[in-house]
């Protein structure tokens, strides 16, 4: 096998750099019990294939909304193959990041209706900063 094909051929850097991290963050990972330390090879730690996917996973799960805890139960549930609670999960975050959406999207339409009503030609304060207490 070709080194640089070796399956944990990735130092800390080149794998924060691969999952689009910070080193830091790795580290933050690791003390988390999210990423697992791995053991020193040639002189230092080298991270894989799997490391790599787990990172990855971690970083879409943090975008969906999912805190580090939640993320933790989702890597158990991975190891023990829970489908049913994985899927209920997945579930209360989903409704989760819809009633999110619904508050910005209310929270939108009235910031439009008061761009609407503090439009140029009109005198008086302007609408925007009353609903903001000013």
């Known amino acids: 096998m070709v080194r640089s094909q070796h399956p944990m051929d990735m130092t800390i850097g080149k794998f924060a750099s691969a999952g689009g991290v910070g080193v830091e ?16 090879l040639e002189g230092g730690r080298r991270y894989g294939t799997e490391d ?16 580090l805890e939640e993320i933790r139960e989702l890597l158990e549930l991975d ?19 819809e009633t999110r959406i619904a508050q910005l999207n209310r929270t939108r339409d009235a910031l439009q209706r008061l761009v609407a009503e503090c439009s140029s030609g009109k005198s008086g304060p302007c609408p925007i900063l009353q609903s903001f207490g000013l």
């Open 25 to 40: 963050t790795v580290r933050f990972y690791q003390r988390k019990g999210l990423l697992k330390t791995p053991k020193r």
């Open 52 to 67: 790599l996917r787990r990172l990855q996973f971690i970083r879409q799960a943090q975008t969906a909304g999912f805190t």
């Open 79 to 97: 190891a023990g193959d829970d489908r049913e609670r994985a899927r209920e999960a997945a579930k209360a975050r989903l409704i989760a990041l």
